[in-house]
Structures are given as structure tokens and as C-alpha cells.
């Protein structure tokens, strides 16, 4: 019978069975164990945590949740994708679930994951429902040979920096993260633990960012990563597009956006790729600008009573 414990810094045999269970899904980057455990186990807006399934003393399988008070969590299942809904995963799932009950958490949500419909299957399974306060993720591609020509609204400027510290802009983009993540998922966020998670990003990630500016006042950015995949193929994707509210509609985005694909496409690649939700007023301008969506991902819930 598997064994469930929480995880006390066994990092090594957390970070395997992240490897083996990602190694075969076409979109997981690749990670070393230091990258990982700042991805997973050190989330800056919420508490983490998880729970790791032994079966005669070997590590089989893990369950991660990241908790957002009177939110909800959202939850990953890192066990081999022919293994879920045997005993290990029921078992770890039932303890998130204990887990939200006692913390008080009303809902809980699987982590998106690209490639893998079995993974949606089991929660299904598990009595999960379509979340029908949150639409279904889209993953979309854009090849960049066109890129649509765009004029530059009057006084704003992109420019491109992996250094925000430098640029002075870093508490910029870590307060509007915030605003954001209130707006949206009413989710309260410190600051200064989003700063921390902008420079360990910096330092440990290849990323970019696109800062627009009107007449010297920040309004908003872009975020480019570039990642290895573990199957060998390297990627660029955008992996956030933010605008202050009151300068939302002046085609900011859009700016954003146009230069962020051409900046990538000096780097020498040839598709960007982007998420988003079906739902999300972006996703016109995505469309817009030529991003194909290659993959649905459902979204699912299940209230803690």
C-alpha cells in the first residue's frame, strides 16, 4: 500500500518524479533541480504544499498544491500519466482535497498541462466538473515569416532589457503583477516577494522584457521566455502581457505584442508561442496579429463543502 507524507526537503526525489513524468509531454521545459524547487516550491503569491507517495520506501509518485487563501488551490500530479487513478494517485488527490478542508480553501484546480488528456481524465474521474467561472486555456502559436506592420501610438515607446533592476523598472512590474492578480482573481500578493521572484526569474531563466513607456511613465510590459525543452527543441513564448488599467484600449498591448514577436524573431526564432483563455478580451488581438490556438485545455473545479 502507498505511503503519503508531506514533503520535507527530499528535493531530489521530488525533482525525478517531476522529470520522469514530464520527460514525454511536447511543451515541458527543462529545468535543473534549483530551477525547479524556486518554480514549484517557492511560489512568491501563495503557500506551498506537497505531498509525496512512497511504495516500499520509493518515491512514486507527488502532489503539489499552491493554496491562495479564500480563492481557492491549484493543484499538480506529478505521477507517470499510465499510473493515474491507481492507488497512489487516489491517495494523494484525497489528501489535497483534506488538505483544502482544513485550511479552509473553497475550491481546488488542476494545473494546466499541455499534452496529456489522461491527466484531465482522472480528475474528471475524481468527481472534478468544468469550472464554469473560468473559461477553457488556449494555447496558441504564431510563425513569425509575417508579422503584421503596426504604427507606434503617439509617445510610446518598447524597449527591450533582461535586466529590470537596471532598467528601474522592476517594482513597476512587480506592482502591476499585483494589481493584476487583484483584478482578476482577487488574489492579495506582497510586493517584495514578487521582486525576489522577478530577479531569481532573471538570474536563473532566459527572459526578456518589453517595457512601454508614454512620455517616460511606465504603462506596461511584455514577458518573452526562452527555454530549452526537456525532448531537446528550444521555444519562445510570451509569458505575460500587462497593461495599467487606465491605459488599457490606446493599442498598447498591441504594441507589445508586434515588437515582442520581432524581437524574438531577431533572436533567430521562427514560431512564439502564447497561453491564454478563451474568454480573455486579448485573445482578439492575439487572433488579430495571426496566433493559431493548437491546443484546448479544459478547466475543472471541485468545491471543498
Known amino acids: 500500500m ?63 498544491a499552491h493554496l491562495y487563501p479564500g480563492w481557492g488551490a491549484v493543484l499538480q500530479m506529478w505521477v507517470p500519466h499510465e499510473d493515474l487513478g ?18 479552509i480553501v473553497p475550491k481546488i484546480s488542476p494545473k494546466p498541462l499541455l499534452g496529456s488528456r489522461r491527466y484531465y481524465e482522472f480528475f474528471k474521474g475524481r468527481g472534478f466538473v468544468i469550472n464554469e467561472e473560468y473559461p477553457e486555456g488556449l494555447w496558441m502559436r504564431k510563425t513569425l515569416d509575417a ?40 488574489l492579495e500578493a506582497n510586493i517584495e516577494k514578487n521582486i525576489q521572484s522577478l530577479r531569481d526569474e532573471m538570474r536563473e531563466t532566459d527572459v526578456m522584457y518589453g517595457i512601454a513607456k508614454i512620455d517616460s511613465k511606465f504603462v506596461g510590459y ?57 474568454k480573455n478580451p486579448a485573445r482578439r488581438l492575439y487572433e488579430r496579429v495571426g496566433f493559431d490556438t493548437i491546443e484546448t485545455v479544459p478547466s475543472l473545479v471541485l468545491r471543498i463543502g
Open 2 to 64: 502507498a505511503e503519503i507524507a508531506q514533503y520535507r526537503n527530499e528535493l531530489q526525489d521530488l525533482y525525478k518524479l517531476w522529470f520522469r513524468t514530464s520527460k514525454n509531454l511536447p511543451y515541458a521545459e527543462r529545468l535543473d533541480s534549483d530551477a525547479f524547487r524556486r518554480a514549484f516550491l517557492e511560489n512568491a503569491m501563495s503557500e506551498n504544499v506537497c505531498f509525496l507517495a512512497r511504495e516500499d520506501g520509493k518515491p512514486e509518485g507527488a502532489a503539489m
Open 86 to 103: 491507481d492507488e497512489k494517485s487516489v491517495l494523494l488527490l484525497d489528501r489535497c482535497i483534506e488538505l483544502c478542508r482544513e485550511k
Open 147 to 186: 508579422i503584421p506592420e503596426f504604427d507606434m501610438p503617439k509617445g510610446l515607446t518598447v524597449k527591450f532589457t533582461d535586466d529590470l533592476d537596471k532598467s528601474g523598472v522592476i517594482e513597476s512590474v512587480a506592482r502591476l503583477d499585483v494589481e493584476i492578480a487583484r483584478e482578476q482573481l482577487d
Open 222 to 278: 511584455s514577458r518573452i521566455g526562452f527555454t530549452d525543452l526537456i525532448s531537446g527543441e528550444k521555444m519562445a513564448s510570451n509569458r505575460g502581457l500587462a497593461v495599467k488599467k487606465d491605459f488599457r484600449n490606446r493599442k498598447i498591448g498591441e504594441a507589445l505584442l508586434t515588437s515582442s514577436m520581432k524581437a524574438v524573431r531577431d533572436r533567430g526564432y521562427g514560431e512564439m508561442y502564447i497561453s491564454t483563455h478563451s
